[in-house]
């Protein structure tokens, strides 16, 4: 009979463990140190205190305040800050020090933005804004295309303020017969007029080629869609790798493993009825024309805004939205207001219109 190899057991030093449990603790210690008694009391009143809910409001995920819930239940009240280190999720540095500082500095939402907000990541925005990018960003374009055209609106975060608003027709080489090397092509051209930023918002396009209306499977409608969606897709992509481009240097692709280079998202997607909704230019299921309620807008934004509650629009670019065709102009207006409803919403989390959108029972 063969015998069963037996395995070798290895004694790892105790050292090995300590020094793994020193490192951890380590970045912990100097974390608790940066606050002070009174803040380290307040801490550790408001989590004891507060349930799931209320714990919610503060900067820290829905799984954690789940963890420390748990960690409650079973252990009792935290006696001391360092505690929170043996909590599942509280492992990092940033972690920690998001809880810490936000109950500190009384960071927290109200009870209906955290409502809505949790909509906003969930079903509203695809992928989630993530609090530090929200935060980093200076500048963030709106492209808004149809089969025919691209609109785009580019606004500088720090004062709210419109600079840069376009609409452009699209030209198909070969309408009849688009390979995709010529939707490529068109692809690239829109791309590059496309002013650089930090992020882009697009409008969230349906996942059915089917065309609406009493004839969904209409050959026509369904060659149409496709094609509109193997141009936005190649839109996307291109705009996600020109980010990439501008934060490494063509040296550091050549000197790196290109395998470890990580996507980061900068093409988010808003719901299509958002807008609509919050402006009210869709009427049950039909959309009606979005320049009457833009020309309206235009007409009360005439200062600028401290307090972020509006966009500041330059005299030029009023003029240059007025002086369009019916067709751009409702491109041009469509874009715009989805540009503002994501700032609103996502950038400056504007109450009045959260709490607009929270009246709305089709949305929430």
Not at 208 to 231: T, V
Not at 256 to 278: A, G, Q
Request: include cysteine.
């Amino acid at each position: 009979m063969l015998g069963v190899p037996r395995l070798k057991s290895v004694a790892l030093p105790l050292s090995h463990f300590y020094g793994l449990y020193a490192s951890s603790s380590r970045w912990y210690s100097e974390s608790v140190v940066k606050y002070s008694e009174v803040d380290q009391k307040k801490i550790l009143e408001v989590i004891n205190k507060s349930d799931i809910e209320t714990l919610s409001r503060y900067d820290v995920t829905k799984g954690r305040v789940k963890n420390i819930s748990k960690w409650k239940q079973t252990y009792g009240p935290i006696k001391s800050v360092s505690d929170i280190e043996t909590i599942d999720g509280f492992n990092q540095k940033k972690e920690v020090e998001k809880l810490f500082d936000s109950i500190v500095n009384d960071k927290v939402s109200s009870e209906k933005e955290t409502r809505v907000l949790k909509h906003i990541k969930g079903q509203i925005l695809k992928p989630p804004l993530a609090e530090n990018t929200r935060q980093a960003v200076s500048s963030i374009l709106t492209v808004y295309v149809t089969i025919n055209s691209v609109s785009w609106a580019l606004i500088e975060k720090s004062q709210y303020k419109l600079l840069d608003w376009q609409y452009h027709g699209i030209e198909y080489t070969n309408n009849k017969n688009s390979q995709l090397g010529d939707i490529l092509e068109v692809a690239w051209n829109i791309t590059n007029k496309l002013p650089s930023t930090d992020i882009y918002v697009m409008k969230g396009e349906a996942t059915s080629l089917r065309a609406s209306g009493s004839d969904p499977n209409n050959p026509k409608m369904l060659g149409i869609n496709l094609q509109k969606a193997q141009m936005i897709s190649m839109i996307v992509a291109l705009l996600s790798a020109r980010n990439i481009h501008q934060e490494n240097s063509y040296e550091e692709h050549n000197n790196s493993n290109i395998d470890n280079i990580k996507m980061k998202h900068t093409v988010y997607f808003l719901r299509p009825s958002l807008p609509f909704r919050l402006y009210g230019t869709l009427i049950g299921k039909e959309q009606v024309t979005s320049d009457q309620t833009v020309e309206m807008l235009l007409q009360n934004l005439n200062s600028r805004s401290p307090d972020h509650t509006h966009v500041y629009v330059p005299d030029k670019l009023k003029a240059l939205f007025r002086a369009q065709r019916d067709l751009p102009k409702d491109m041009m207006a469509q874009c715009l207001l989805f540009s503002l409803t994501f700032m609103d919403l996502c950038i400056y989390k504007n109450k009045e219109k959260i709490d607009k959108m929270l009246s709305e029972k089709s949305i929430i």
